[in-house]
């Protein structure tokens, strides 16, 4: 799977829209990009994928860029309960389980009121 | 609705001693996964089970094994444990392969004395 990049952290004010962004300028044509979240000593959570389209769910938007390399995970309204680790990962898209999601070290975002 | 469940919360194990983590979905899904998170890093995939009978060695398989018992039940056993495997266990499971993500469990926070 191709490696991304993400900063290491990131604050944002409660109430404003937290743009995260996701370099993976080695993706393959056959790799999705997917969002987790990890809030502080809990499991992570799944938020959002996509292949090449941007995409939007009722937790977030993804909008990925035209040529695949760069992605942004936008929460609209941000809140205190937002704050936690952002994972962003590539991954090889199908129905097998050995298409491994690898977590690198992710976006510590802190959200401040 | 409980999602995965994993059991014990916490444990503290002498060296040499052997324990088995135990982790149970109710959601039908036919893949799990057993990862290891050590502080301050992102998870690590240990072993994984693609469906019911099968099981394979994740990134960092080393004195673990594991079993699946069922299509809900999947155990983590340390036969002989080391001061290296402090660390937070998660399992989590999926449907159709991993595709449209993980549901992960709360942890079990193991260490090693």
């Known amino acids: 799977d191709a490696k991304t990049t993400q900063p290491t952290s990131m604050d944002c004010a409660e109430g404003r829209a937290a743009n995260l962004p996701c370099n993976h300028s080695?993706?393959?044509?056959?790799?999705?990009v997917y969002w987790y979240r990890q809030i502080h000593s809990q499991g992570p959570q799944y938020i959002i994928h996509?292949?090449?389209n941007n995409e939007t769910n009722e937790m977030a938007s993804l909008i990925i860029t035209e040529d695949r390399k760069s992605s942004t995970l936008i929460l609209p309204h941000a809140t205190l309960r937002d704050t936690a680790v952002y994972y962003c990962i590539v991954r090889v898209g199908g129905n097998n389980a050995g298409n491994m999601l690898t977590f690198g070290g992710g976006t510590r975002l802190m959200v401040k009121p | 609705n409980a999602g995965v469940t994993q059991t014990p919360k916490f444990q503290v194990l002498k060296t040499g001693q052997s324990m088995t983590l135990q982790c149970a979905q109710d959601m039908n899904h036919n893949s799990m996964y057993w990862y290891r998170q050590d502080p301050g890093m992102g998870l690590r995939l240990i072993y994984y089970s693609a469906s019911e009978g099968t099981t394979d060695k994740g990134e960092v398989p080393n004195g673990y094994n594991v079993s699946r018992l069922n299509k809900r039940e999947f155990s983590l056993r340390l036969e002989s444990a080391a001061p290296s495997q402090t660390s937070v266990y998660f399992c989590?499971?999926?449907?159709?392969?991993?595709?449209?993500?993980?549901?992960f469990g709360s942890g079990t926070r193991l260490t090693v004395v």
């Open positions: 996509g292949l090449k």
């Open positions: 989590a499971s999926s449907a159709s392969g991993g595709n449209y993500g993980y549901t």
């Open positions: 080695t993706i393959s044509g056959n790799e999705y």
